[in-house]
């Protein structure tokens, strides 16, 4: 139990992968006592009750559930302000009756930090991605300013901040690096990471639920608590999935299973996803199991190695776990990340064209045969663990309430 119960709010966007890396962290404060209310929109009820949080909702124009994002970078970033431009009326109906001691919120729901602000109470990010360095703006910000359409978007958020209650007005700065945060990645996955303020940003690595507390829980690359027991016979493991959002690739998984169906040693375990339709795929040979959905953390932990699109929670998770891996990434920044696991010395990246079965084979056959990487991959679990996780994350939270 905290030294004081306050009122903690979670405001954030309905994305799983965006929610699945902090739920751990919302159901321990749950369970020190305080009361936690969570602004989403009503279609992750069933996330937000999992964690003991009241929902408040709060319904999102993000195009989460038909995963319709347009290729444009501004005209994705323009998503975001739509969506902070309706959302904060609704978030003010609440919680200007009911304000927050603590408010924590995604990277993506900048309506938070306005309402924060415009109540002068503490606020912290949960960024289950990498955050900003010191050269972020320099490296990245001046390119996304300088693509069609930047002055137009730039200008409508400028507008929306004059008058949504916020005292922190310029555009960059209220965008850009926040002035604290957890980051619950591992650090090694961090860009620039000797460049990171630490005064403003706390490294917990991925949060899950702490031991001896039940296992499961909701992992970053697509969560689950169902349990999954280890095949008698079964020398090694591989885990094969693509997370939650990228999944309509029919042709990537008929070559996972010419390439690692029936190989000596070997059980698979296949995730689909809820786009492919499991007839697509063909026979499924022996030693493979095919699901639409898997406990994917708890796989993990059985596992031997992992082929993953490379998003940062599944990143987190494989490099918690301590396994060797494939990457083969999909969109955005999964091809940074996978260039980042091929530089810790842990994985290979294979690109979505070239994923022949001969490839994937050979990948698997060097990556479990290097004893370097194996050296490699304990010694980041090793840090991922130390970082702290959960308990060190509401620790932290519970500081600022102080």
């Known amino acids: 139990m905290s030294r004081?119960?306050?009122?903690?709010?979670?405001?954030?966007?309905?994305?799983?992968?965006?929610?699945?890396?902090?739920?751990?962290i919302i159901r321990e404060l749950v369970a020190r006592g305080h009361r936690v209310t969570y602004a989403n929109d009503p279609s992750?009820?069933?996330?937000?009750a999992g964690t003991g949080a009241e929902l408040v909702p709060c319904a999102s124009v993000l195009p989460v559930a038909d995963n319709n994002w347009p290729d444009d970078p501004v005209a994705a970033m323009r998503l975001f302000l739509d969506d902070a431009v309706q959302a904060l009326p609704h978030l003010r109906a609440v919680y200007d009756e009911d304000p927050a001691d603590l408010y924590l919120y995604d990277i993506g729901a900048y309506a938070a930090r306005a309402l924060a602000e415009s109540q002068n109470r503490p606020l912290t990010q949960l960024s289950p991605t990498f955050v900003g360095w010191k050269g972020y703006e320099q490296d990245v910000g001046a390119h996304l300013r300088r693509l069609p359409g930047a002055d137009a978007y730039r200008d409508a958020f400028a507008r929306w901040l004059a008058g949504s209650g916020a005292t922190t007005t310029d555009v960059d700065a209220f965008s850009g690096r926040p002035a604290h945060a957890l980051a619950l990645i591992p650090r090694a996955m961090q860009p620039h990471a000797d460049e990171v303020d630490t005064d403003a940003v706390t490294f917990v690595g991925p949060c899950f639920r702490p031991a001896g507390d039940g296992e499961g829980g909701s992992g970053g690359g697509n969560g689950g608590s169902a349990s999954w027991t280890r095949p008698p016979g079964a020398e090694n493991v591989l885990?094969?999935?693509?997370?939650?959002?990228?999944?309509?690739?029919?042709e990537f998984y008929r070559q996972c299973l010419r390439a690692f169906g029936g190989l000596p040693g070997w059980h698979t375990v296949l995730q689909i996803g809820k786009y492919t339709d499991p007839a697509e795929?063909?026979?499924?040979?022996?030693?493979?199991?095919?699901?639409?959905?898997?406990?994917?953390?708890?796989?993990?932990?059985q596992a031997d190695?992992?082929?993953?699109?490379a998003g940062m929670g599944g990143c987190g998770e494989g490099l918690l776990a301590g396994v060797p891996m494939i990457a083969v990434p999909q969109a955005a920044e999964q091809f940074t990340?996978?260039?980042?696991?091929?530089?810790?010395?842990?994985?290979?990246?294979?690109?979505?064209?070239?994923?022949?079965?001969?490839?994937?084979r050979a990948a698997l056959t060097?990556?479990?045969a290097d004893p370097e990487v194996a050296r490699r991959s304990a010694r980041l679990r090793a840090d991922a663990l130390a970082e702290g996780g959960t308990l060190r994350a509401a620790d932290l939270l519970e500081a600022r309430l102080d």
């Not at 992750?44 to 937000?48: R, S, Y």
């Open 337 to 360: 990340n996978a260039d980042r696991l091929v530089e810790l010395g842990v994985a290979r990246r294979i690109d979505t064209e070239d994923a022949t079965a001969q490839a994937l």
């Open 44 to 48: 992750v009820a069933h996330l937000v």
């Open 4 to 24: 004081r119960r306050a009122h903690i709010a979670m405001i954030g966007i309905p994305a799983v992968s965006h929610m699945f890396p902090s739920l751990e």
């Open 366 to 368: 060097e990556l479990v």
């Open 281 to 301: 795929l063909g026979p499924v040979p022996s030693g493979v199991e095919v699901h639409p959905w898997v406990a994917q953390r708890e796989i993990l932990g």
């Open 239 to 250: 885990l094969v999935s693509l997370g939650s959002a990228y999944t309509r690739q029919p």
């Open 305 to 309: 190695a992992f082929v993953t699109h």
